[in-house]
């Protein structure tokens, strides 16, 4: 479990653009972190992933501190897809994913075939394999997405126990009675889809249920796109001007009464038939609460 | 191809055409030398022209340009892994003119003090390019998201200005003599004429190139932005400085051996790039060994060309590396 309790940051001192934000992602969780521009979604996804420390309050996983963790075992368990992502040199899709290893090697240690194999099964699982070659720089919009999403599975990936540990741990567990969990890693998104087309959104969308229904990885994405949101998330968080204006299931916090609250906007919430919420903008309203 | 294996090759491939270049150049030149009366031990050597030659003139000459050359190469892959900008090198940034500066003091108040050992020339010269280092640093830091291409031109301007200013204020109290001689070695001249600058530099060199190995895997997740490299488990803000530090340093080593000379840093690692890739596991030891090649072979070129007038070496890399950059700066989106 990922939480956050009470937590705060500012840029500049005496200007916190979170205030007080609390939020747990259980595991296998699918969590969608909502608010207009400047909002503070970014800043508390930064929080969760563990590169900027709150100032105030705390961010535990499985009830261990972040700042108790080391950079590398926090990697191993949570990796960050960011909006977008920018090469400095040409590097090929097969090179950016296996970027996703660095976590899992000592500082002289070179990659080998146990991680050339985890970065073939995340390329598969995100359909870019037949992309491996080619140069990172030359894909499209979703392509890139999917392959960046590709490294980060990769880093939260852990290698198959060998034949030997599985059969001491077989024996362990029979032992214990109880079922092991601790495979799941956390994916954290910002603003994913933010600057694809439709066709790419969707492509992007898609991956990630499949990825969270079957890898049984837990998600937490930032978004301003409500009907994303409501369509790929069990739960929601809606923030404004760095507060939480409302945190609970998608049906309670996708309401006509919170969408005009924090965007302004007289709304009206439809679920249609394929599952998906749709959020339809009616006009706008005057009572919008800053931000 | 594993990594392993193709870790293997460069390093075999580019050694192999270093150790040839290294093996070959000391023997060229406008007078003739005998190889075995170099290595004829019954002659004294101060009767053995041969022996003189080689090891007085053309050997340190050679060693000189491939330890600069080494040092320029892979503190321009460092620069630019950096500053993710293909475009950065100590010689664009400013620092080596930083460096030169350094040197210049050192070397017209006849800072010849060695203290613990260490000669004063190759310290002072750290001591400009981590100065003109910092400056860029406050860029970078300024600039989130990385200095842009505009940026870092416009900067390396301003501070290539205005460190040559202050060497031209320097040189105003020196000597017509010294002045020539700090002209030409502003140039970029290898002729050190004896092993000592080299043996100078050899503790900063040490330094700079282990922390260079330890960067290389640093650098290929910095190529995606510091959020990222730091969501990967790296410590974006440890590994700048180390970066910052060490390319200081070797831009200080090299500095203090030839001078500032120019475009080797941007030359190599772009032609290392197109033969072996990004990665900078294979760029960094690629650039290191086909730097030194590179400016042993140009320099080969500058002493022999005019012969016997030798030129600076700072010339020939300038005559390949002005087009080469301009070539950059067009095909660049």
């Known amino acids: ?291 | 191809m594993t990594l392993q294996r193709r870790f293997v090759r460069t390093v075999l491939g580019f050694g192999a055409l270093t150790v040839l270049t290294l093996l070959l150049t000391p023997l060229v030149g406008p007078t003739y030398i005998n190889l075995r009366r170099v290595f004829d031990f019954s002659i004294p050597f101060a009767d053995n022209v041969d022996a003189q030659i080689f090891f007085v003139a053309r050997l340190p000459r050679t060693l000189a340009g491939a330890c600069v050359g080494a040092l320029f190469a892979s503190a321009g892959v460092v620069f630019q892994g950096l500053l993710r900008n293909p475009l950065a090198t100590p010689f664009t940034l400013g620092v080596s003119t930083g460096a030169a500066l350094g040197a210049v003091l050192a070397i017209t108040f006849n800072l010849s003090l060695a203290f613990m050992g260490i000669s004063a020339v190759p310290v002072a010269a750290f001591a400009g390019s981590l100065m003109a280092v910092a400056i860029v640093y406050a860029l970078a830091q300024a600039r989130h998201r990385g200095l842009s291409t505009t940026v870092l031109l416009l900067a390396g301007v301003t501070m290539n200005a205005f460190f040559s200013a202050m060497i031209l204020f320097v040189q105003y109290f020196a000597s017509f003599a010294d002045t020539y001689r700090t002209l030409r070695w502003l140039m970029g001249d290898l002729d050190v004429a004896s092993y000592q600058p080299i043996l100078a530099a050899v503790p900063t060199m040490a330094v700079a190139f282990a922390v260079f190995a330890w960067l290389a895997r640093p650098l290929n997740l910095l190529s995606l932005g510091p959020d990222s490299a730091e969501s990967r488990g790296l410590d974006v803000a440890r590994a700048q400085r180390a970066a910052f530090f060490s390319a200081s340093l070797a831009t200080g080593a090299a500095v203090s051996i030839g001078g500032p000379i120019g475009f080797v840093g941007i030359i190599i690692p772009h032609l290392v790039r197109l033969l072996v890739g990004p990665d900078h596991r294979l760029v960094l030891p690629a650039s290191a060994l086909f730097g030194a090649a590179f400016l042993v072979a140009c320099d080969l070129v500058a002493r022999t060309i005019l012969a016997p007038v030798e030129l600076p070496v700072g010339i020939i890399t300038a005559l390949i590396g002005g087009p080469f950059f301009l070539w950059l700066l067009i095909r660049r989106p």
Not at chain 1, 2 to 10: C, E, S
Not at chain 1, 58 to 87: C, F, I, K, N, W
Not at chain 1, 205 to 216: G, I, P, V
Not at chain 1, 238 to 265: E, H, K, M
């Open chain 1, 1 to 291: 479990m990922l939480q956050a309790a009470d937590v705060w940051f500012g840029y500049d001192p005496g200007k916190p653009v979170v205030r007080g934000v609390s939020l747990s992602v259980p595991l296998n969780g699918i969590v969608g972190i909502l608010g207009p521009n400047g909002s503070g979604k970014t800043t508390l996804l930064r929080m969760l992933a563990g590169t900027r420390q709150a100032q105030r309050g705390s961010v535990t996983l499985d009830g261990a501190p972040l700042t108790r963790l080391s950079r590398a075992a926090l990697a191993r368990r949570m990796a960050v897809v960011p909006q977008e992502t920018h090469l400095a040199f040409d590097y090929t899709v097969a090179e950016v994913a296996m970027m996703g290893r660095y976590p899992h090697l000592g500082a002289f240690e070179i990659e080998g075939p146990a991680d050339l194999a985890v970065i073939e099964e995340t390329l598969t699982s995100t359909g870019t394999l037949h992309l491996k070659d080619r140069f990172f720089a030359t894909l499209s919009g979703g392509e890139k997405q999917r392959v960046v999403i590709a490294a980060a599975l990769a880093q939260i990936f852990r290698l198959p126990p060998s034949r030997e540990t599985l059969r001491r741990t077989a024996v362990a567990l029979a032992e214990a009675g109880q079922a092991e969990e601790s495979e799941i890693g956390y994916l954290l998104l910002d603003e994913p889809t933010a600057s694809l087309d439709l066709g790419y959104q969707l492509e992007v969308t898609s991956l990630l249920t499949q990825l969270h229904k079957e890898r049984r990885v837990s998600i937490v994405i930032s978004t301003h796109d409500l009907g994303l949101a409501g369509t790929l998330c069990d739960s929601l968080l809606l923030l404004r001007d760095g507060q939480v204006v409302a945190n609970g299931p998608t049906d309670d916090v996708l309401t006509p009464q919170n969408v005009r609250d924090v965007y302004g906007v007289e709304a009206e919430v439809i679920r249609h038939s394929s599952g998906h919420r749709i959020v339809v903008p009616v006009r706008r309203t005057d009572e919008r609460g800053g931000g």
